[in-house]
């Protein structure tokens, strides 16, 4: 059963930093691109970062490209979001997501195949 577990969310004040994990049980996702996506309470989940299957390639929402960076490890199966500078408005539930097409357009929910439980990041001023 494919799996992705998210971790390394919490409680941090604003200007702090976190580092999300996304863990991947398929070998397989190695050869997949992965996104990170957030949802905030009353909000649509929206898109904030994505990384190819090889992770040469990146991409970011407005808003977050000059404070987050997303990079993988596929001999560790894993995807990263580095938060920096982070800002009330970064609260939400991050959730990492994979999908099996290489094919453009990472930023469009809709595209993902598996999606793991959430981490919730709450950014206090």
């Known amino acids: 059963q494919v799996q992705l577990v998210e971790s390394g969310g919490g409680l941090v004040q604003a200007g702090a930093s976190l580092r999300l994990s996304c863990t991947y049980s398929a070998r397989t996702f190695s050869d997949y691109p992965v996104g990170w996506f957030r949802q905030a309470p009353g909000k649509e989940r929206e898109f904030v970062a994505a990384i190819n299957w090889s992770g040469l390639n990146t991409y970011y929402a407005n808003g977050v490209q000059d404070r987050f960076t997303i990079s993988r490890d596929n001999a560790k199966n894993t995807v990263y979001l580095q938060m920096n500078s982070l800002k009330r408005e970064d609260t939400a539930v991050y959730y990492c997501?994979?999908?099996?097409?290489?094919?453009?357009?990472?930023?469009?929910?809709?595209?993902?195949?598996?999606w793991g439980q959430g981490t919730q990041v709450t950014v206090s001023s």
């Open positions: 997501a994979a999908r099996q097409s290489r094919s453009t357009g990472l930023g469009a929910i809709s595209s993902y195949d598996y």
